[in-house]
Nanobody
Framework: QVQLVESGGGLVQPGGSLRLSCVHS????????MGWFRQAPGKDREFVGVINRSGNIDYAESVEGRFTISRDGAKNTVYLQMNSLKPEDTAVYYC???????????????????WGQGTQVTVSS
């Protein structure tokens, strides 16, 4: 059973930055796809971004140009660098893994089979 642990959330002012980390209990090289989602209060969980084994990356339109996904295989960790944060970025952020063949469904929650516990990001002055 894959375990994912997110960290790095917190309170930041608008325009600020945070870097979230997602540590995978196994070897991320063995994982086909790792995605980031977020859920704001009263809203459905939504896709933020994803990276697959080949290094292909995709982002939600709302974060394109502000957020960056990267990975460190030696540390079994995927990162979400968030810059120019806005109040509407406030949410609990989750990382998740998906098996081979999921790229076409990368924005859908149901494509992912393991989830972390989430980390809170609050953007407020």
């Amino acid at each position: 059973q894959v375990q994912l642990v997110e960290s790095g959330g917190g309170l930041v002012q608008p325009g600020g930055s945070l870097r979230l980390s997602c540590v995978h209990s196994g070897a991320i090289i063995s994982t086909y796809m790792m995605g980031w989602f977020r859920q704001a209060p009263g809203k459905d969980r939504e896709f933020v971004g994803v990276i697959n084994r080949s290094g292909n990356i995709d982002y939600a339109e709302s974060v394109e140009g502000r957020f960056t996904i990267s990975r460190d295989g030696a540390k079994n960790t995927v990162y979400l660098q968030m810059n120019s944060l806005k109040p509407e970025d406030t949410a609990v952020y989750y990382c998740a893994t998906a098996p081979y063949g999921s790229w076409g469904r990368r924005v859908e929650e149901y494509a992912y089979d393991s989830w972390g516990q989430g980390t809170q990001v609050t953007v407020s002055s």
